[in-house]
């Protein structure tokens, strides 16, 4: 299958600094790339996708680029909040969705 | 609202018991997914169906058999449980693949 390999397993932030992840993944024919947030207890929930089609998507303070040249994409998070310290999945589907190992994010206060 | 329920959400079973994990969706969806969570492993697919009497298996299938006999449900079995298969389960669904899936709260197994 699609072999996701993800950046950096933690983070450890300040809060109002940006944290960044970066996904890279080896299928050229993916073109769907999802970025998924998990909260303690809870399974994963989708916050962002971006399809190939287009190199970056914003949704307030989160931001996706694409780079199907080189094959990663990155997750943006501008403003870091404390709610948003999580662990995040990217995902590069092969028809199946692998998923990356996930990071853990913790935003310091 | 529509929503995806999994149960039991927790459950402690014996080695080489049969256990089965309940997966309901309320969206009608074709596409269902159970995954299992282990520490440095991320989500790893375990079996998938695209519809009615149709299953496949993932990455991680030995071990585990499921089946699908109408759209809400895909229950997941394994036939005889292994420590081993100790682990979080997750059950999703999506409305197109690719596309968003949407997780159940998780079933925490432990196998002694």
């Known amino acids: 299958g699609e072999n996701v390999e993800q950046h950096p397993s933690t983070l450890s932030v300040q809060e109002g600094d940006s944290a960044v992840i970066k996904c890279t993944y080896s299928?050229?024919?993916?073109?769907?790339f999802p970025w998924y947030k998990q909260e303690l207890g809870k399974g994963p929930q989708l916050i962002i996708d971006?399809?190939?089609?287009?190199g970056e998507k914003k949704d307030q303070r989160i931001a996706v680029t694409l780079n199907k040249t080189a094959k990663h994409f990155s997750l943006h998070i501008t403003e870091t909040q404390p709610e948003d310290s999580a662990v995040y999945f990217c995902?590069?589907?092969?028809?199946?969705?692998?998923f990356g190992a996930g990071t853990t994010v913790t935003v310091r206060a | 609202d529509a929503e995806i329920t999994q149960s039991p959400r927790h459950k402690i079973t014996e080695t080489g018991r049969q256990v089965t994990l309940a997966c309901h969706q309320t969206?009608?969806?074709?596409?269902m997914f159970w995954y299992r969570q282990d520490l440095g492993h991320g989500l790893r697919l375990i079996h998938y169906?695209?519809?009615?009497?149709?299953?496949n298996k993932g990455e991680v299938s030995d071990g585990y058999s499921v089946s699908r006999s109408n759209t809400e449900d895909l229950p997941l079995t394994l036939e005889s449980a292994a420590s081993s298969q100790t682990s979080v389960y997750f059950c999703?669904?999506?409305?197109?693949?690719?596309?968003?899936?949407?997780f159940g709260e998780g079933s925490r197994l432990t196998v002694l």
């Open positions: 995902a590069a589907p092969d028809y199946k969705l692998s």
């Open positions: 169906s695209y519809g009615v009497q149709d299953t």
């Open positions: 999703a669904s999506s409305e197109s693949q690719p596309g968003e899936l949407f």
């Open positions: 971006i399809r190939s089609n287009v």
């Open positions: 299928d050229s024919a993916s073109n769907y």
């Open positions: 969206w009608n969806h074709n596409n």
